[in-house]
T-cell receptor, first 113, second 114 residues
Framework: AQSVAQPEDQVNVAEGNPLTVKCTYSVSGNPYLFWYVQYPNRGLQFLLKYITGDNLVKGSYGFEAEFNKSQTSFHLKKPSALVSDSALYFCAVRDMGYQKVTFGTGTKLQVIP | DGGITQSPKYLFRKEGQNVTLSCEQNLNHDAMYWYRQDPGQGLRLIYYSQIVNDFQKGDIAEGYSVSREKKESFPLTVTSAQKNPTAFYLC?????????????FGNGTRLTVT
């Protein structure tokens, strides 16, 4: 069975500071990994994905994520946080060869002006 | 514009009634998904379909049913057997072809059962 853990319910960061939102995963095979963002009462929007290759992937709105196979982690990062980045962030995993996509419980990011 | 349409945005039902949530996509995607979102529990997979006339149970399928008679449509029925149906329901789709396609989400249906 595949699973995703997001250990922090909420992350607070000051505007202009770097941010990290943590994610660890478990799959039986090779993972496809994703980050999504959700604004209130809306669906999720895709930010970035890791398929294979370079461990640092870049996505929308200046976000990037680092894949670490030995630690089974895929942390989301941004060098300088904006107040408009405040939202709910979800990490997701898909086992290669399958269509089932499993999400974590989400992390609320609060960027403080 | 291509996208996923979920209707209605808000739905109210009495306990004991079945209710069907609509999901339509014009992205020509093969795979479609239904998730349930509850505070503190993230998104939990109810059902997914990789192709027309085929679907698989997700992690919390009990009390729900789906059909996939057309590529564009994947309606979800919340039956009276679902013990806690009040939730935010999200439909998504993804393409299948070369490459790995992310999920595209609708804006959700908030179901309240009293």
């Amino acid at each position: 069975a595949q699973s995703v853990a997001q250990p922090e319910d909420q992350v607070n960061v000051a505007e202009g500071n770097p941010l990290t939102v943590k994610c660890t995963y478990s799959v039986s095979g090779n993972p496809y990994l994703f980050w999504y963002v959700q604004y209130p009462n809306r669906g999720l929007q895709f930010l970035l994905k890791y398929i294979t290759g370079d461990n640092l992937v870049k996505g929308s709105y200046g976000f990037e994520a680092e894949f670490n196979k030995s630690q089974t982690s895929f942390h989301l990062k941004k060098p300088s946080a904006l107040v408009s980045d405040s939202a709910l962030y979800f990490c997701a995993v898909r086992d290669m060869g399958y269509q089932k996509v499993t999400f974590g419980t989400g992390t609320k990011l609060q960027v403080i002006p | 514009d291509g996208g996923i349409t979920q209707s209605p945005k808000y739905l109210f039902r009495k306990e004991g009634q079945n209710v069907t949530l609509s999901c339509e996509q014009n992205l020509n995607h093969d795979a479609m998904y239904w998730y349930r979102q509850d505070p503190g529990q993230g998104l939990r997979l109810i059902y997914y379909s990789q192709i027309v006339n085929d679907f698989q149970k997700g992690d919390i399928a009990e009390g729900y049913s789906v059909s996939r008679e057309k590529k564009e449509s994947f309606p979800l029925t919340v039956t009276s057997a679902q013990k806690n149906p009040t939730a935010f329901y999200l439909c998504a789709s993804s393409g299948s072809g070369t490459g790995v396609s992310p999920l595209h989400f609708g804006n959700g249906t908030r179901l309240t059962v009293t």
